[in-house]
């Protein structure tokens, strides 16, 4: 009884951030498998990121998690609590999740202190009141306490949705694109106010998006989706600069694929021979080198055999398209301080350290 | 009646075979949907089956007798209230939407009041006043003596103008919006192009708008050929009206039901008219969004022509016989003794109990309809969904037959298996009291109840009760604090909806009431039947003024806000 009554009253419980386990888990929808075999862990107080192409089953991974849905099969633990697994269902209202939906789905009968009091079970008047304007002072609108849902703008919306889903301290806090129905200033402020207030709080945070410089940004570690399975989890770093399947060199950063061949413990192509490293088996001898457009670099040199044929302005820098000499094309990026013509002679110059070669 | 029994009977094999086969599946089966679509569409079936077991007979009789006539009115009927709702309703929405002139703002909702009035309530008003003995006639005869030719106001003519003076608006409401909803660039384009501005009526506004219309006038004649009362007053005998004589008159439920089958056909006939019209694009919408064709300010005579063509129309369609139905009601008060008024309190209660009763059980049903629908997010649901909310589509008649059929079925099994075993007699249990009324009220009226419960809960988001849940709401606190809160306007607007159209309901309560059991709405008919207008002008005043409630709501949600 004491530990039932502990766990129903919110206002008692400290912040109880927990790791998340997804064991093996699957899902189809009508025969067609949204999330397949997959398994995750993410660590207590993490910022994990799930990023990939629409459908490819990210925001289904949330649903199993938050328990809106149920795996087919596999086991998902929340902290030391197996909350779906052989014979075991924990409904999502028993969970201690958090979430923020796309489109908030704050209450719009009640006003925005209502909506965040809503979760918080068994205070007393006065501790709701407290605890109420603590989180609306967190997200920095002490002063909408009795306004209603629909007297805010989109950022205040999401703010207060935050607010609502932190209230009850959740174990882990799942965000499902919050940020994609903000306009580009506004996201970017959000986006970050958003990471160091779960930061502060030590919140376990998953946050599912398509947008990669979101998940690069804000996250300690990213998992990359695709089809329903997990093509790679890393740091945002490791996921830009050491891929380890097409599929992610092509979906994070922008990049170009050369063809090329390895001779020995050197691959060539036609910007020139690299170092080989990674490991490639022996059989392996045609390969694709991915070469990212911050790695290449060139100089003007009137009797340089490559042509600048396009220039890309992007604000700070200015993406370049270059011919080279067997009529492919390859990007590269360059501060917008200097502007080289289109129709430059060019001389092209690759940083070795990050080229990645698959096989082909 | 042997194929009413033997339907049931495999109804009830098929269910039992279900819970012992699959009783696993029926958790992912929409279980609610399905049994209140059954439930609901069983009168149409039995009505449709008996017409599928022709009794020879019964035709031969009815060829014989009442059915040529009946047959060709209903034939007349149908496309004169189609075309005159058309160019009366359509003709204003388009006077509304394209121009300005004086008085527009308040002639603009006035139009919409002659809905409030039911069919017969004008039926007996116009005949009192254009018969020959009425007022109009008389005073024709004073001034051009006694020969003066009048047109016979008992006929055809006479229940198709009732019936469009009364029924137009469904037409106009939906033309608005239909007009409202076209964009003005659309508009602007064609005449830019070299049309003149009715030639852009005709080329863009009228074809881009069909749908609505056709909804509406699909509407109107459903409420013509439900109708019976008024064709009668009319001496116009329809299928509805033969129906009902058949079931009065000869007490053949046999009969009664092969001939409703045939009403069945004539809903089909009105379906696929409205299907064949409206093309591919068959959704509509009331509300509008932005407001496209640019009005015009009329000018001379042709602002005075707008205005007074529009008064004119209420003055004759609602205006005019309400004050003549208060001039009645005052006499009949004033020379009525206080303990004859009882009689009308106790119409006004039945009347009251009936509409409660199936307001509160068509929103309940409703809500769980709509719930069960929502759950499974299912093609069957949405199916049985459809299923039990065609009601509204079948004439009221046929309701009734259908339900006579199996109530009285199993009203007498009750009584044979009682007296049997027992030795007891219960009486009629079902068709006996007002339960049979009520089924046959949720039946008719489930589309109201259900449309608007549905669109408030689709304000309900999936993700609101997730997030609902996720914040650790109990199913209680979820219901208590989350949706019916956000449903229960809804729920509210959906229960008035079918309150009123149950005060005004004639065919269903005149042939299931227990006997002797009277209302306001089947006050009126009797008396006004037997040509004694001041008894039937107070009860009629009521539910008049009760149906102007669902109409301002209408006409809350049908005007689009004008920019300024």
Not at chain 1, 59 to 68: A, K, W
Not at chain 2, 369 to 379: D, F, I, M, P
């Amino acid at each position: 009884m004491a530990f039932k009554l502990n766990r129903d009253n919110v206002c008692a419980r400290k912040a109880w951030s927990s790791h998340v386990l997804l064991d093996n888990v699957s899902k189809s929808f009508d025969k067609v498998k949204a999330v397949s075999g997959l398994t995750l862990v993410v660590e207590k107080g993490e910022f994990f990121s799930l990023l990939g192409p629409s459908g490819c089953g990210k925001t289904t991974t949330l649903r199993l998690i938050g328990g809106l849905d149920r795996p087919d099969e596999g086991a998902i633990t929340i902290g030391n609590e197996v909350v779906v697994g052989e014979g075991v269902w924990v409904p999502p209202e028993k969970r201690g999740v958090g979430i923020v939906f796309q489109d908030y789905a704050l209450f719009p009968h009640l006003t925005v202190f209502k909506n965040i009091a809503f979760g918080l079970k068994g205070c007393s008047p006065k501790e709701l009141k407290q605890k109420v304007m603590e989180l609306l002072e967190m997200v920095g609108l002490p002063h909408m306490a009795h306004k209603y849902p629909h007297e805010l703008s989109g950022g205040e919306r999401q703010r207060i949705t935050l607010a609502r889903s932190l209230a009850p301290s959740p174990k882990v806090m799942l965000l499902d694109e919050p940020f994609s129905s903000l306009d580009a200033d506004l996201r970017d402020e959000l986006r970050h106010e958003t990471k160091w207030i779960l930061k502060e709080k030590g919140t376990t945070t998953i946050l599912v998006t398509h947008e990669q410089e979101e998940a690069l940004s804000l996250s300690d570690r990213v998992g990359v989706l695709n089809n329903g399975k997990l093509e790679q989890v890393g740091t945002p770093d490791e996921i830009y600069h050491k891929p380890r399947s097409r599929f992610v060199a092509d979906f994070v950063g922008k990049a170009d694929f050369v063809h090329g061949w390895i001779e020995g413990s050197l691959v060539i192509c036609d910007l020139g021979m690299f170092p080989l490293n990674g490991d490639i088996p022996d059989e392996v001898r045609d390969v694709e080198l991915m070469i990212r457009t911050d790695d290449v670099d060139f100089t003007v040199e009137p009797g340089g055999n490559t042509v600048v044929i396009e220039a890309q302005f992007l604000g700070a820098q200015i993406l370049y398209k270059l011919l080279l000499p067997d009529g492919k094309a390859i990007h590269s990026i360059k501060p917008s301080t200097k502007i080289i013509p289109v129709g430059s002679r060019v001389k092209i110059k690759v940083d070795t350290k990050h080229i990645v070669v698959f096989r082909k | 009646m042997d194929s009413t029994a033997r339907i049931m009977r495999a109804v009830a094999n098929l269910t039992r075979s279900w819970y012992l086969r699959c009783g696993h599946w029926l958790q992912g089966l929409p279980v609610s949907p399905l049994l209140i679509a059954a439930v609901v569409m069983l009168p149409v079936g039995v009505v449709s089956s008996a017409l599928l077991t022709p009794t020879r007979q019964i035709w031969i009789h009815l060829w014989d007798t009442l059915l040529p006539e009946m047959l060709s009115n209903t034939f007349v009927l149908l496309p004169g209230v189609g075309v005159g709702t058309f160019l009366l309703g359509t003709g204003l929405a388009w006077l509304m939407v394209a121009y300005r002139f004086p008085g527009q703002t308040v002639l603009n909702w006035l139009l919409v009041l002659p809905m409030a009035v039911p069919t017969y309530v004008l039926g007996f008003v116009y005949m009192a006043t254009f018969d020959f003995a009425g007022p109009v006639q008389s005073i024709l005869r004073q001034w051009f003596g006694q020969n003066i030719w009048f047109p016979e106001i008992r006929s055809g003519g006479g229940a198709i103008l009732v019936m469009v003076l009364v029924l137009y608006p469904y037409v106009y409401l939906l033309a608005k919006a239909g007009f409202y909803e076209q964009s003005g660039a659309t508009f602007e384009e064609v005449r830019v192009l070299g049309y003149s501005r009715a030639e852009s009526f005709f080329r863009i506004a009228l074809p881009l708008a069909r749908p609505s219309i056709v909804a509406g006038l699909t509407l109107a004649m459903m409420e013509a050929l439900t109708d019976f009362a008024t064709v009668r007053f009319f001496n116009f005998p329809t299928l509805s009206d033969g129906v009902i004589r058949i079931w009065h008159g000869m007490m053949d439920l046999r009969a009664a039901s092969e001939l409703s089958g045939l009403l069945v056909i004539f809903v089909l006939l009105i379906i696929l008219f409205g299907r064949s019209l409206r093309g591919r694009s068959r959704y509509y919408q009331l509300g509008g969004k932005v407001l496209g064709i640019p009005p015009v300010n009329l000018r001379g005579w042709k602002r005075w022509f707008a205005t007074s063509t529009c008064s004119l129309v209420v003055a004759v369609a609602f205006a005019l016989p309400v004050m003549q139905l208060f001039h009645w009601a005052l006499i009949e008060i004033t020379r009525t003794p206080a303990e004859a008024i009882s009689v009308y309190l106790g119409l006004t209660f039945n009347s009251l109990l009936l509409s409660v009763l199936a307001a509160g059980f068509a929103t309940a049903i409703a809500m769980i309809l709509a719930n069960g629908v929502r759950l499974s997010e299912g093609r069957v649901a949405r199916t049985a969904a459809h299923l039990a909310t065609m009601g509204y589509a079948i004439p009221g008649a046929v309701i009734a037959v259908g339900i006579l059929v199996p109530l009285s079925t199993l009203d007498h099994t009750i009584n044979d298996l009682l007296q049997s075993w027992w030795g007891i007699t219960i009486g009629l249990i079902f068709t006996g009291s007002v339960v049979g009324l009520t089924y046959a009220y949720v039946v008719r009226f489930m589309a109201v109840a259900y449309n608007s419960v549905e669109s408030s809960l689709e304000k309900i988001t999936p993700n609101i009760t997730m997030a609902a849940r996720t914040l650790g709401a109990s199913p209680w606190k979820l219901l208590w604090r989350i949706h019916l809160p956000l449903v229960g306007p809804g729920m509210f607007v959906g229960a008035s909806l079918v309150f009123v159209d149950v005060m005004k309901e004639l065919p269903i309560t005149v042939m299931l009431r227990p006997f002797g059991y009277d209302t306001l709405a089947v006050w009126v008919w009797q008396m006004a039947a037997e040509s004694i207008w001041a008894g039937a002008s107070l009860p009629a005043l009521i539910i008049v003024i009760a149906g102007l409630l669902p109409v301002i709501l209408l006409i809350g949600a049908a005007t689009p806000k004008r920019s300024k």
